[in-house]
T-cell receptor
Framework: SQTIHQWPATLVQPVGSPLSLECTVE??????LYWYRQAAGRGLQLLFY??????ISSEVPQNLSASRPQDRQFILSSKKLLLSDSGFYLC?????????????FGPGTRLTVL | GIQVEQSPPDLILQEGANSTLRCNFS?????LQWFHQNPWGQLINLFY???GTKQNGRLSATTVATERYSLLYISSSQTTDSGVYFC????????????FGSGTRLLVRP
């Protein structure tokens, strides 16, 4: 069965510091991968998605970037964090090239920027 | 872009009661999913239901795609049902991207 991991689970970072969040998926090949952010008390917003190694699509202009160095690894980064980057970051995956694009989510990383 | 509205925003139930959560969307969709977000933030897949009716235990869902709404039914609610329920849709003109509603926050009291 497929499993999705995210780390760290929680992170407290000062403004201006760099960021690296990691997501890995097990049990499937060439998954579609997604990064979402959830602000406090709100729904999720898609930040990036990837259909393959090195293929990244950005949905929202922002202070963040994403990379996919390996088939089942998705990384969310920032060079300099802003206060507004605080939130709950969730990684998701779906079966590639599928008519049914059901997405499955990881446990999330709670980021606080001070 | 497509709009997703969920109602009610908040719901308090006594254990054992039934409830219906609604999701309205403004355009045709390829995909509709219902999620339960538990107190630890984990999003749990409940249903993948772009059309039709599905049931899983005490939960069931119905999507009427032609009328652009979906309903989630919770019967005989339990305290473990507490959390936030999200509806998310993928518009027909926007592959991959799930648009989330703002959720229904459910509290089930013992």
């Amino acid at each position: 069965s497929q499993t999705i991991h995210q780390w760290p689970a929680t992170l407290v970072q000062p403004v201006g510091s760099p960021l690296s969040l990691e997501c890995t998926v097990e049990g499937t090949s060439n998954p579609n991968l997604y990064w979402y952010r959830q602000a406090a008390g709100r729904g999720l917003q898609l930040l990036f998605y990837s259909v393959g190694i090195g293929q990244i699509s950005s949905e929202v202009p922002q202070n963040l970037s994403a990379s996919r160095p390996q088939d089942r690894q998705f990384i969310l980064s920032s060079k300099k964090l802003l206060l507004s980057d605080s939130g709950f970051y969730l990684c998701a995956w779906s079966v590639p090239r599928s008519v049914d694009n059901e997405q499955f989510f990881g446990p999330g990383t709670r980021l606080t920027v001070l | 872009g497509i709009q997703v509205e969920q109602s009610p925003p908040d719901l308090i139930l006594q254990e054992g009661a039934n409830s219906t959560l609604r999701c309205n969307f403004s355009d045709s969709v390829n995909n509709l999913q219902w999620f339960h977000q538990n107190p630890w933030g984990q999003l749990i897949n409940l249903f993948y239901i772009p059309s039709g009716t599905k049931q899983n235990g005490r939960l069931s869902a119905t999507t009427v795609a032609t009328e652009r709404y979906s309903l989630l039914y919770i019967s005989s609610s339990q305290t473990t049902d507490s959390g936030v329920y999200f509806c998310a849709v993928e518009a027909m003109d926007s592959s991959y991207k799930l648009i989330f509603g703002s959720g229904t926050r459910l509290l089930v009291r013992p």
